[in-house]
């Protein structure tokens, strides 16, 4: 396992005129040896880019890759030692179940009671044993990707294991399970993973430290609970939760009063906001209804009420924007089209000045 240093930013363009030139903007991150890391964020962000950067099937355009302090920006793949598992299953339709698991090994002549050792753990971790023996041509898509992932973890050895999308083709119950199956894997093994996906619970259930990618640029490193709790950039509050953070745009005054339009929402606790315009960000989770007679309550018009099984997600009208939040399950709901009023300010709540969190 190797400790990943990345210095560098990336083009594909041979003349870089402006940011949008570039795959990857100047970064500067490292992977810890034996982390969990998922790299999240929408299509085209540059993730893709990052992995294989990462191993060595892309030259960063500018910059360094080290692994464990090497330099080894420009060395070729089989040089990395590192092992990938793509979207797709890679395996070999002719092989067993166990020689397909065994086949990185005995490329590197490990001795053959180890090769049986080692599959045998991986096969038990993934719930492959009763398999070991059948023809990998005729298993089910799931269970092929499942032999994929199984490759990708069999060599102790690696700098790496880096996922590129590994579970689209899996059906989402045995998603769900798998998703548990490799954070468990990762805790046992303690190797270095890294994690391409563009779907949020993948990361969060899976990764120790999640890098939310936008346009090139990490907008923010930090744990499933920091991106939660502490978005530091609007783009990672509103990607982050379902729904999203909602976003506000709000105004401090000299006297540290908040207002929204015309009207006065308050002047958050402890928290000396510079005046000027800002965007006021508040989870669903932490929007609350309250009375009219509440200094600061925000009346609201609803526009939608939703079951979503562990609560009730509502929809509201700010003037020209709309907010959710969510109510518990067994809450009685307001009617659509009845006025309600929001508590906007919180221990929760957030202020964004050019989409940076002010701290
Ligand atoms: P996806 O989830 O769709 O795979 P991604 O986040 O992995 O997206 P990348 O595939 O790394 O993103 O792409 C980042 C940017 O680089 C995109 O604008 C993409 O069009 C561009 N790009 C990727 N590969 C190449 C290539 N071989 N040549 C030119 N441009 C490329």
Not at 185 to 207: C, P, R, S
Not at 307 to 336: C, M, Y
Request: glycine content about 8%; hydrophobic content about 40%; proline content about 7%.
């Amino acid at each position: 396992m190797a400790r990943i240093e990345l210095k560098l930013a990336h083009s594909y363009a041979r003349t870089v005129r402006s940011d949008a030139d570039y795959a990857l903007l100047p970064l500067d991150i490292t992977f810890e040896d034996g982390g969990a890391y998922a790299l999240l964020g929408p299509s085209g962000c540059g993730k893709t880019t990052m992995l294989n950067i990462i191993s060595g099937l892309v030259t960063a355009s500018h910059g360094t890759v080290h692994f464990d302090g090497e330099d080894r920006t420009h060395a070729p793949p089989q040089e990395r030692n590192i092992a990938q598992v793509f979207q797709f299953p890679v395996i070999y339709d002719t092989m067993t179940v166990g020689e397909n698991l065994a086949f990185p090994l005995r490329n590197r002549e490990v001795p053959a009671a180890q090769i049986q050792e080692r599959v045998g753990r991986i096969a038990e971790m993934l719930d492959l044993s009763a398999q070991l023996d059948q023809r990998a041509a005729n298993l089910a898509a799931d269970a092929k990707q499942k032999i994929s992932l199984g490759r990708g973890l069999v060599r102790p050895d690696v700098s790496a294991v880096l996922f590129d999308e590994p579970l689209t083709v899996i059906d989402p119950h045995l998603k769900w399970e798998l998703r548990r199956k490799l954070k468990q894997i990762h805790h046992e093994l303690g190797m270095t993973l890294i994690y391409v996906t563009h779907d949020q619970v993948e990361a969060m259930t899976f990764a120790d430290q999640v890098l939310v990618m936008a346009r090139g640029r990490v907008v923010q490193q930090g744990t499933p609970a920091d991106l939660f709790e502490r978005p530091r950039h609007t783009f990672v509050g509103h990607f982050i939760g379902s729904p999203g953070m909602n976003l506000l745009p709000v105004e401090a005054r000299d006297d540290g009063m908040l207002w929204l339009g015309g009207q006065r929402i308050g002047r958050p606790e402890s928290l000396a906001l510079p005046p000027g315009p800002l965007t006021l960000g508040i989870r669903p989770e932490y929007l609350r209804l309250t009375h009219d007679s509440e200094a600061g309550a925000v009346p609201a018009t609803v526009v939608q009420v939703r079951h979503v099984g562990t609560s009730q997600l509502l929809g509201a009208r700010i003037g020209e924007r709309q907010v959710k939040l969510h109510l518990p399950a067994d809450a009685e709901p307001p009617a659509e089209g009845d006025v309600v009023h929001l508590a906007l300010i919180g221990p929760h709540t957030r202020y964004y000045r050019n989409e940076e969190l002010v701290a």
